[in-house]
Nanobody, 126 residues
Framework: QVQLTESGGGLVQPGGSLRLSCAAS????????LGWFRQTAGKGREFVAA?????HYADAVKGRFSISRDNVNNTVYLQMNNLKPEDTAVYFC??????????????????????WGQGTRVTVSS
């Protein structure tokens, strides 16, 4: 498994931006499929974005969020722009250590992942 540590959450006004970071401890990070999910009270953990050598997004965030990775520093990022109150949630990064499928769209569901961070809270409110 992978140890994952998220940071960067906080309070932001609607229309604002935040960048979440997730540092990973894993020897072959560059080959690791990674994703971001979010969870609100009373709802399950929903897919936000995934990255392999390409990227894939949930419809709700497409055009506003961007996932990227730094394979030198073993970090995955989620840049969130034009934030809306409905983006308020706890955001989790995830890794699929057994993942071998090359397309990021394959990793748009929780069951593809075996390692999770502790989460970072994002609140969008005026």
């Amino acid at each position: 498994q992978v140890q994952l540590t998220e940071s960067g959450g906080g309070l932001v006004q609607p229309g604002g931006s935040l960048r979440l970071s997730c540092a990973a401890s894993y020897r072959t990070f560059a080959a690791l499929p990674l994703g971001w999910f979010r969870q609100t009270a009373g709802k399950g953990r929903e897919f936000v974005a995934a990255i392999t050598s390409d990227t894939h997004y949930a419809d709700a965030v497409k055009g506003r969020f961007s996932i990227s990775r730094d394979n030198v520093n073993n970090t995955v990022y989620l840049q969130m722009n034009n934030l809306k109150p409905e983006d308020t949630a706890v955001y989790f990064c995830a890794a699929a250590t057994a993942g071998t499928h090359p397309r990021s769209s394959y990793y748009d569901t929780r069951r593809r992942y075996d390692s999770w961070g502790q989460g970072t809270r994002v609140t969008v409110s005026s």
